[in-house]
């Protein structure tokens, strides 16, 4: 059962939709093509687990929201700056080729749309509530301890709280 409900976006795979003709309609498309994106970007050369894990950290920061939860606020999560490094090159070329690749490369897509499905509806909790991570090989953020470790799979590592003055804030 989903620690959304039934309410949950459902990611099975993107070829199930219909071709968008309202605004809100292709808003949806946007965000449900925009999560396993970001999964298969930032995790597409880990295992299906470290998928789910990067999925879940999406989710994660998604749920923990004080304000409503919509596809709106999921897309501004994954695409605040400097929090998901496929957004941040700012070179657009290397953004539509790293883009081009994943949406050619079909199994990637479909194990992506799974391991966000699995997060979203399914309610898995590999990361263990992590609301971030980062691969220790190509950054080291400042507010990252090896005291707050909740888990560690394949290049990444992923916690959840910051080594920061006000704890109770994200560094965004």
């Known amino acids: 059962m989903s620690q959304l409900g039934n309410s949950g976006p459902h990611w099975s795979y993107l070829g199930q939709f219909n071709h968008p003709t ?27 687990t470290g998928k789910i894990l990067v999925a879940e950290v999406i989710r994660n920061r998604w749920t923990n929201q004080l304000d409503d939860k919509n596809l709106k606020d999921l897309a501004q999560i994954v695409l605040a700056p400097y929090q998901f490094s496929p957004f941040n090159t700012g070179e657009q ?18 194990e992506c749309c799974l391991a966000v499905n ?5 309610g898995t909790n590999f990361a263990k509530g992590a609301l971030f991570f980062h691969n220790p ?33 994200w560094p965004f």
Request: a negative charge; charged letters at 25%.
């Open 22 to 48: 309202t605004s809100d309609e292709w808003r949806k498309c946007f965000v449900m093509g925009l999560i396993p994106l970001t999964v298969g970007l930032e995790a597409g050369n880990q295992s299906f």
């Open 137 to 169: 090989t190509i950054s080291s953020p400042k507010y990252y301890s090896p005291k707050n470790l909740l888990v560690s799979e394949g290049d990444h590592v992923f916690y959840k709280d910051l080594i920061t003055p006000e704890a109770d804030r």
């Open 93 to 110: 070329g290397v953004m539509m080729a790293k883009y081009r690749e994943f949406y050619n490369s079909p199994n990637l897509l479909k």
């Open 118 to 122: 699995l997060a979203f509806n399914e």
